[in-house]
């Protein structure tokens, strides 16, 4: 199993000085946040993805992809496409991150490229019915 889906974290976020909700500290991973459920590490990952919105102005697939998998330590055109495939959206799409069907289908899409395997569909709406 990845490391994302033993640490309920389906989009392998980063340890930081934010505290989600729904994230056991102290971490058993160093790196890595880990949540209680899976319902917590997807409602961190959507979260996350809105304040790259509201915060750092992301507009496109390729915007947001490009903040989350920086070119210096992953291959963000390979991510982007990926995405965009799993999503069935071109590189160019604004995704309205207000709106639940949307933001589902790209944490699923973040997902499967962070773990490897498909996302459990019911643990990403549990995790946006958590914001």
């Given at each position: 199993?990845?490391?994302?889906?033993?640490?309920?974290?389906?989009?392998?976020?980063?340890?930081?000085r934010?505290?989600?909700?729904?994230?056991?500290?102290?971490?058993?991973?160093?790196?890595?946040?880990?949540?209680?459920?899976?319902?917590?590490?997807y409602?961190?990952?959507?979260?996350?993805?809105?304040?790259?919105?509201?915060?750092?102005g992301?507009?496109?697939?390729?915007d947001?992809i490009?903040?989350?998998?920086?070119?210096?330590?992953?291959?963000t055109?390979?991510?982007?496409?990926?995405?965009?495939?799993e999503?069935?959206?071109?590189?160019?799409?604004?995704?309205?991150?207000?709106?639940?069907?949307t933001?589902?289908?790209?944490?699923?899409a973040?997902?499967?490229?962070?773990?490897?395997?498909?996302?459990?569909m019911?643990?990403?709406v549990?995790?946006?019915?958590?914001?």
């Amino acid at each position: 199993m990845s490391r994302g889906l033993i640490n309920n974290n389906p989009g392998n976020i980063r340890l930081s000085r934010t505290l989600w909700q729904g994230e056991v500290r102290p971490s058993q991973d160093k790196s890595f946040c880990q949540f209680k459920t899976m319902a917590y590490g997807y409602r961190a990952l959507i979260k996350l993805l809105q304040n790259y919105r509201r915060v750092n102005g992301c507009r496109t697939i390729a915007d947001f992809i490009n903040r989350w998998a920086p070119p210096i330590e992953n291959n963000t055109s390979g991510y982007i496409r990926r995405v965009c495939t799993e999503m069935q959206v071109p590189t160019n799409h604004v995704p309205d991150v207000r709106e639940k069907a949307t933001m589902c289908a790209f944490a699923a899409a973040i997902s499967q490229v962070e773990n490897g395997e498909p996302a459990v569909m019911e643990d990403v709406v549990a995790g946006w019915n958590l914001l």
